[in-house]
């Protein structure tokens, strides 16, 4: 079992950090972790070309996500709450997946990466409102 973990917390020891050290102490098999503050990874620009192909011209850490998901089994996203949304440095890296979405909406094509189980942890304060 290979499991893709999306760390969206700009903070090294903070809550985030805490749920992930509880997840990977439960989780089997092997997992790969992307602080996504940290990472060589940068945002969509909207240039289409996953439009035609099925790929990313921005040659950074992004091309080894997408090779991690040709072959991982889960994918949990483990992000502090920013402004009732996952945070930007989450949604910056997210925003990179816009290739599977082209290839549906646009080519009508089938992707060719296994079908997973996600999940999402989301650590928030405040009063508890959104
Ligand atoms: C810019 C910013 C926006 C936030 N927006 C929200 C919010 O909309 N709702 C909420 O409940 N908490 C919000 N919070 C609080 C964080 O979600 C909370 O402190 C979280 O536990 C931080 O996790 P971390 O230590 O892993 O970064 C916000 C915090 C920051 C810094």
Known sequence: MKTLIL???PRKDGDT???IDKLISRLYGEY???DCYTADIAPCIDCRCCR???S???RDEMQ???AYLLECDHVIIVSPVHYAELSSGLLKVASRFQIYSSALI???EALPIKAKRGAVILAQGGSGGA
């Open 64 to 66: 080894d996500i997408y």
């Open 52 to 54: 035609e192909k099925l």
């Open 106 to 108: 646009f080519r009508h």
């Open 17 to 19: 950090a805490y749920l």
């Open 32 to 34: 790969k972790i992307v």
């Open 7 to 9: 760390n969206g917390s």
């Open 56 to 58: 990313c011209p921005i």
